[in-house]
Structure formats: C-alpha cells, structure tokens
C-alpha cells in the first residue's frame, strides 16, 4: 500500500455551484471500475487507497481565479458512497454532521470564504480556503464501495457561479478478508 509513482493515477470530477442559490449540491463519481468488495477463494477484494485530494476552486469558466467581489461561503467535503449522485445548487442539504470529523464517509473536506464575506477587513481581495480533513500518502483513505461524491452546503449566496473541482490521487490495493470486512462496516450508509 505504499506510495509510489507506478501504481498511482488521477481521477477527478467537478461540481457548479449556482449564483444566488441557497443550500448544497453534489457530484458522483463513479468507481465500480476500480473496486471489487467480494474476496473469492484465494482471490483478494480490491479497494481504493486515496493517498491525496487537490481541491480547485475556481470561476464558473473553470480557469479564472474567484472574483474579488465574491462574497459567498460554503463548505465541502468528498463522501465515500454516499450515492447521492449528480444534483444541482438547491438540490439538497447536508446534515450538519456530514462534514464532521465523526463521518467515517469523509475522505476530505474544507471550506471557502469569498474575499467580501469577511466583514472585518472590507478591502479584502483575497479568498481564504481552510483545508479542515486531507488523506495522507502515509495512511490513505480506501474507499471500498462503488462511488464517492463532492458535495457542498452553500452558507451565504455565492455573487457568481463557481466551479469546485478535486483531482484525486489514487491507487487499486487487495485487501485481506478481515480489512475488507472491517472497510466495508466502517463504510456502510
């Protein structure tokens, strides 16, 4: 399982968040392709390590830098088999302790705040991003069910659409019965 530069690859996926729109939204990535739960004879499962999760947020044409008049604020986080599947701005609502370091289903997690959402300095040009949970290369987060989803809860309005990306950094590992079993619990919605 350890990190290393021929059995790691990259996949990644994006959500919109829509301008003027309350609540969250999510996006799911699939990865049937990538996981096999089921141990046969001496065959073993195949899970997901996720060693790193690089998080982009960026303009609504998914190459400019956030305006320096945003003023929304939202949180994310990416979800282990949660199964919500691909649901717009609105859509949705993430239960408070769905980014909370108790979810066994958060892989990653953080928060944005526009450069205007920070009242105590109103000439403030820059966004702030607070990383608040990140797998490691040391002990990465094994997804052992079929998707993981990039959802977000939307605080304060974001002024215009925004795109939130991850490009994660990850590897098929075998898993033995007993840490297979143990994933799969840990795992379960």
């Known amino acids: 399982m350890a990190y290393n530069i021929k059995d790691v690859f990259y996949l990644s996926t994006s959500a919109t968040i829509a301008a003027a729109t309350a609540n969250g939204g999510s996006a799911q990535l699939d990865l049937s392709a990538y996981i096999d739960p089921i141990a046969r004879g001496r065959t073993k499962g195949t899970g997901l390590a996720i060693y790193k999760v690089h998080v982009g947020i ?27 599947g ?10 408070d302790t769905g980014y909370s370091m108790t979810n066994s289903l958060l892989i990653d997690s953080g928060q944005f705040y526009g450069p205007k959402s920070q009242v105590a300095n109103a000439s403030n040009t820059v966004s702030m991003y607070n990383s608040v949970l990140t797998p490691s290369t040391e002990v990465p987060y094994v997804v052992v069910r079929d998707n993981v989803c990039l959802t977000y809860q939307v605080h304060d ?33």
């Open 86 to 95: 691909d649901i717009a701005t609105g859509g949705m609502s993430i239960a």
């Open 157 to 189: 309005n974001m002024v215009a659409a925004t795109t939130l990306s991850v490009r994660l950094e990850c590897a098929q590992i075998s898993l033995d019965q007993a840490t297979l079993n143990q994933l799969l619990r840990t795992q379960t919605v």
């Open 58 to 84: 960026m303009d609504d044409d998914k190459s400019n830098p956030i305006d320096d008049s945003e003023s929304g604020v939202f949180s994310y986080g990416l979800l282990a088999g949660a199964g919500f």
